[in-house]
């Protein structure tokens, strides 16, 4: 499968230093003849860099122009959330539990409701 990367102007997309995949200094090598310099990061720092991470690539996601587009950045995603739950040593099952609980709590999005707006039937008269 040819991997379309989504186009993006968001700043963070571009904003050094930034976290990479772990190969991406050997394909940079491979294609540029480059040694990008690369440092390993403590667990705080990660975390803070991960959650910059998140952000470029949900602005990916909402870019995605194309369903294999859209299927790609939701894996990035993924990877970018597999990792802080491994970071933070959460279990999956329990993540799940509250993403349940919260699911019959609130309710999900089956409906796919827009509110339109939030005026109190009372001021509105």
């Known amino acids: 499968m040819t991997r379309h990367r989504t186009v993006t102007d968001h700043s963070l997309e571009n904003e050094y230093p930034k976290l990479i995949r772990d190969k991406i200094p050997q394909i940079i090598k491979q294609k540029d ?4 310099p ?44 597999d990792a802080l739950v491994e970071l933070k040593k959460f279990s999956k ?21 827009l509110m339109l707006d939030k005026k109190s039937a009372d001021s509105a008269a």
Do not use: C, M, W
């Open 93 to 113: 099952s329990d993540i799940a539990a509250l993403q349940d609980e919260k699911r019959e709590k609130r309710g999900g999005f089956k409906q796919r409701l």
């Open 33 to 36: 003849g480059i040694d990008v």
């Open 38 to 81: 690369v440092r390993s990061l403590s667990d705080k720092e990660f975390l803070l860099y991960l959650l910059k991470k998140i952000l470029e690539e949900t602005q990916e996601l909402s870019r995605a122009e194309s369903d294999e587009n859209l299927k790609e950045e939701i894996a990035d995603v993924y990877e970018i959330i």
